[in-house]
């Protein structure tokens, strides 16, 4: 079902706690945050900074949101509009393409960079982002100190982010196809694992792969897969529960509906709509 319509490549939807939405418009047109009413029949833009991605919110109802472009930086909005820019570097090192973020378990943001320029990467074909060799990055950010520190490096372009019911943090890299898993504790993390791989064989495409992640209270993994036109579902081992088809080809990003709802709420930018799918159960609650 589609529950909001023409969006200019929507991203990164959050709950808001009174049932209304948030989800960046990246399109260059628009750039902005848009708030959506919990029926989906209204919108309001909350503020323009250029090419929002992902976003987050906090215990107190602030947004976090990872801007691609204008400049590169993480960014700390109110409801009303707001912004206050948190970050743009580490270590001296600019921010190249935040993508995705959460908070983890010790209250730490936890933010990907996917490691190219943006502005560069979206003059790419699908061929040629397909041949490229992104730095992608890992960060954990402490919102109050506002330090940084990077986790992992070398990623294919590091997009999705999200912890687990194991409290484990997984991370996607899109050029592959693959879910990598990385053993956490007390804001440390182990080895990068490969916990599986979302490309269906049985599907062609020049560019696609997997986007945002989320987890259900079932331990279940769903992931966007971006131009491969569904959410793949993968249990606690790694192994596929199901491919849910979206109406859009290009799904970039889930979340789960109000407690109670057993819904899944997916962004599409290939057809700029938010989608809205049954499912058996809710979402497991995010770290705030």
């Not at 900074?49 to 949101?65: A, E, S």
């Not at 010790?106 to 003059?123: F, L, P």
């Not at 019911?165 to 440390?188: A, C, N, S």
């Not at 491919?243 to 407690?259: E, L, S, Y």
Request: charged share 25%; proline share 8%; aromatic share 10%.
């Amino acid at each position: 079902m589609i529950f909001a319509d023409d969006l200019g490549n929507p991203e990164g939807p959050v709950l808001v706690p009174d049932g209304s939405w948030v989800v960046a418009e990246m399109h260059l047109d628009r750039g902005c945050l848009t708030h959506i009413s919990a029926d989906g029949k209204q919108k309001r833009v909350i503020a323009k900074t250029g090419r929002p991605n992902g976003i987050t919110i906090d215990k107190n109802g602030m947004l976090w949101v990872v801007e691609s472009m204008n400049p590169p930086s993480l960014l700390k909005v109110s409801l009303d509009g707001k912004v206050d820019v948190v970050l743009t570097e580490c270590e001296g090192k600019p921010f190249l393409f935040p993508n995705d973020l959460c908070f983890g378990p010790d209250g730490a943001i936890y933010m990907t960079d996917s490691g190219y320029s943006c502005a560069e990467w979206i003059t790419f074909t699908p061929e040629k982002k397909k041949a490229t060799a992104p730095d992608g990055k890992v960060f954990r950010i402490d919102p109050e100190s506002r330090t940084i520190k990077k986790l992992d490096g070398n990623i294919l372009f590091a997009n999705g982010i999200a912890f687990g019911l194991d409290k484990q943090l997984y991370v996607t890299e899109t050029l592959t196809g693959m879910i990598y898993r990385y053993p956490w504790q007390d804001g440390k993390i182990g080895k990068r694992e490969d916990f599986a791989n979302v490309l269906d064989p049985e599907k062609e495409g020049a560019f696609r792969g997997p986007d945002g992640i989320a987890f259900g209270k079932n331990g279940n993994l769903y992931a966007a897969v971006v131009w491969q036109g569904d959410i793949t579902v993968l249990n606690p081992e790694g192994h596929l529960v199901q491919r849910i088809p979206t109406v859009g080809p290009g799904p970039t990003n889930v979340a789960f509906g109000p407690p109670g709802s057993k819904k899944l709420y997916v962004t599409d930018q290939g057809i700029g709509q938010f989608e809205v799918f049954d499912v058996d159960t809710d979402g497991l609650p995010l770290f705030s």
